[in-house]
T-cell receptor, first 112, second 113 residues
Framework: DADVTQTPRNRITKTGKRIMLECSQT?????MYWYRQDPGLGLQLIYY???????NKGEISDGYSVSRQAQAKFSLSLESAIPNQTALYFC???????????FGEGSRLTVL | GNSVTQMEGPVTLSEEAFLTINCTYT??????LFWYVQYPGEGLQLLLK?????DKGSNKGFEATYRKETTSFHLEKGSVQVSDSAVYFC????????????FGPGTRLSVLP
């Protein structure tokens, strides 16, 4: 089983709909992240959380919100999806000692 | 601000060819440097890393040396295989940045048999 699990893996929705992407991890890491990947742009940080009571905006947080329900769970919401939010979204965790990021397999979101 | 620049792809090579993917960075202080690889349909996974100047990271036949004088961390492999076909991302984590990584745009590598 994957250490970082994302659901759904694929989602097609319409403009204006609310969407939630969920992430759970079994690595025991306190730090969790949501990234967005667009072709040719690498990964851009949306939000990150260093523990259950800590939420921080990343470089592209507008139009997104997050919830850290537990150490192992970090969800990303799009309150009113728009077509330019069509992208591949990755959840990640990190080990603060080594600095290494561990990624989920990604959630592909298409907004029509 | 901090940034990472990678050579643009796609890169297409024949099996057993030599691979170089260039990566340069801009950062204050002494960042840690990483190469991540993304195989088709999968998330990114760490390939190798280096945490200080002149360190060499290596894994699966890939190598990269942290060159502070040229602010570079080029990825090399002496003989690529078809199974190396993937997207490669150079990344940095600046010292004292909390935990924020900066990723390059990625370089797609295709290895032909």
């Amino acid at each position: 089983d994957a250490d970082v699990t994302q659901t759904p893996r694929n989602r097609i929705t319409k403009t204006g709909k609310r969407i939630m992407l969920e992430c759970s991890q079994t690595k025991g890491h306190d730090r969790m992240y949501w990234y967005r990947q667009d072709p040719g742009l690498g990964l851009q940080l949306i939000y990150y959380s260093f523990d259950v009571k800590d939420i921080n905006k990343g470089e592209i947080s507008d139009g997104y919100s997050v919830s850290r329900q537990a150490q192992a769970k970090f969800s990303l919401s799009l309150e009113s999806a728009i077509p330019n939010q069509t992208a591949l979204y990755f959840c990640a965790t990190s080990d603060f000692r080594t600095g290494e990021l561990f990624f989920g397999e990604g959630s592909r979101l298409t907004v029509l | 601000g901090n940034s990472v620049t990678q050579m643009e792809g796609p890169v297409t090579l024949s099996e057993e060819a030599f691979l170089t993917i260039n990566c340069t960075y801009t950062a204050t202080g002494y960042p840690s440097l990483f190469w991540y690889v993304q195989y088709p349909g999968e998330g990114l996974q760490l390939l190798l890393k280096a945490t200080k100047a002149d360190d060499k990271g290596s894994n699966k036949g890939f190598e990269a040396t942290y060159r502070k004088e040229t602010t570079s961390f080029h990825l090399e492999k002496g003989s690529v295989q078809v199974s190396d076909s993937a997207v490669y991302f150079c990344a940095l984590k600046a010292a004292g940045s909390g935990q924020n990584f900066v990723f390059g745009p990625g370089t797609r590598l295709s290895v032909l048999p």
